[in-house]
């Protein structure tokens, strides 16, 4: 009996135990849902910070999902480029020191003048000026500035201004068409040209105050009187438009160069 009765507690320990090990806790449950709930907390708040530091970093180096399309724009700006970078229109920039004149046969003059030419033009050395908008006189201007010598721009190397990642100035540019002179008008009429590239001797040239000085210059560094333009050897490129220079100049080079092949 007394083995029977071990037997039966040991039975009833066994059978506690057993219960114990494979029902669950009433406290079980919450605490399991508590977890989760921690868990669902925690990869939340990893998920945002990784975010914002994401956003921090990307801002940091202005890279933001509304500077994409910016960005593409910036590129596709480059392939278009003439439709960002506008040509002058000023007859005289007092930042580059440079005149222009527009033609109605197209594209642009441009030269540097000396303070006595800009004088001589008629032209404000002291400001900035816009191009005249009447073509006959825009066209009567350019009569009176191409003389100096200077460069002729195409209207389509506007597209060229593009340099960079801005917008470049004109000047910059290779010229279509180049000429370098220095003259002179004398008091009794005619013109004094110099149709050859100067070195120190232009610093004379252009330290002269009047016209009269000018020409004493010009003709001890050789140049030629002419008492009709029209009929100077030193000033042959001003009967022709800009493009039959460059018309010109092309089929020389294309004849000298079948020559030199032949």
Known sequence: MAHAGRRNKSQNKNSRHGQN???????????????????????????????????????GHHIYPTKHSSSFNEVISIGIADHNCSLPTARYDISTGR???????????????????????????LNSSERSRDRDEENHFCEQLRPFGGSWYPSHLSGGLWIDGRCSELHKLEPAFSVSRRIGY???GGVWGLDRELST????????????????????????????????????????????????RMRSRNFQTAKHVS
């Open 99 to 125: 005149a222009a004149c527009y033609p109605s046969s197209g594209g642009i003059w441009m030269t540097e003048l000396s303070a006595l030419e800009l004088q001589y033009l008629n032209i404000n050395r």
């Open 186 to 188: 004398p008091g009794g």
């Open 21 to 59: 090990s494979t029902s669950p806790s009433p406290d079980k449950p919450w605490i399991s849902l508590a977890h989760t709930f921690i868990k669902t907390i925690f990869v939340t708040s990893s998920i945002s910070l990784l975010a914002l530091i994401s956003y921090q970093t990307l801002h």
């Open 201 to 248: 001797s232009d610093t004379a040239v252009r330290n002269a105050l009047t016209m009269e000085e000018r020409c004493i210059v010009l003709e001890k560094l050789g140049a030629i009187f002419c008492r009709d333009m029209k009929c100077c050897s030193a000033l042959t490129d001003l009967s022709k438009e800009a493009h039959e220079l460059v018309e010109e």
